[in-house]
């Protein structure tokens, strides 16, 4: 049976619809458009109460159960597991694999976020805010260049779920300010994934829906407005 993926073309999607399309796991796409506030409706909510994408429903779970789950890092692990693949067996490796799947969960989504919310969305530029988050996605630049230098991939010799999950936040790097230049084995081993068949399926998905623009302030409302704290 097909897994129902709740998703929109966000880093945080992209990891989903890579790790589907890798382990080559039959979905389908639910789109939620988060910029119309489709991530508030009831239906969505019965998925996920913490309102944010992505987040899936698999009728196939383990003991043949219905599995739902929010939250990117814990559904990359699900995939993984369900499929066999792309989380190394060996129990050391594998505790790598979610050392550094947890990097990116703790340090590369939320501050490389933050930096884009305050470079690009903010109505007010405020410049310790740019500074303070645009020094820390250059710090974690250099934490994963110092182990990308010793390492083929995050976890070691195998690509797995922790690339999988940190690749969707290096693309791009120009809109954090960041010359991959500077980062050799940074930018290895993401012109490498960036090549897989499967990766440039994933990061296709739903891409036309992708917000060019100025955002109006209805969607910024939306998204980091006093919507966001009502009780649904």
């Known amino acids: 049976m097909t897994i129902e993926v709740w998703s929109w073309p966000t880093p945080n999607g992209h990891k989903v619809h890579i790790t589907l399309e890798e382990l080559e796991l039959p979905y389908r796409i639910v789109p939620v458009n988060i ?139 120009d809109r954090r300010g960041i010359d991959l230049g500077e980062y050799p084995a940074v930018r290895r081993w993401h012109d490498a994934i960036a090549a897989r068949p499967a990766v440039q399926r994933g990061v296709a998905v739903l891409s036309g829906n992708q917000r060019s623009g100025p955002m109006s302030e209805a969607e910024r409302e939306l998204l980091f407005g006093k919507t966001q704290y009502q009780r649904r």
């Open 35 to 173: 910029g119309k506030g489709e991530q508030f409706r009831p239906e969505f909510l019965a998925i996920n109460p913490n309102h944010r994408i992505p987040a899936i429903v698999d009728p196939e779970g383990p003991d043949g159960r219905t599995v739902s789950l929010f939250e990117s890092g814990a559904i990359l692990i699900y995939l993984a597991e369900k499929a066999g693949r792309l989380l190394p067996a060996d129990p050391v490796d594998r505790y790598t694999a979610l050392q550094w799947l947890m990097f990116q969960m703790g340090g590369v989504g939320p501050m490389f976020g933050q930096y884009n919310h305050f470079a690009a969305y903010a109505p007010e530029k405020i410049p310790y805010a740019i500074d303070r988050y645009g020094n820390e996605v250059k710090r974690l630049h250099n934490v994963l260049e110092k182990r990308l230098a010793e390492s083929a991939y995050l976890a070691g010799d195998e690509y797995s779920i922790a690339d999988i999950a940190t690749f969707p936040w290096v693309r791009n790097p």
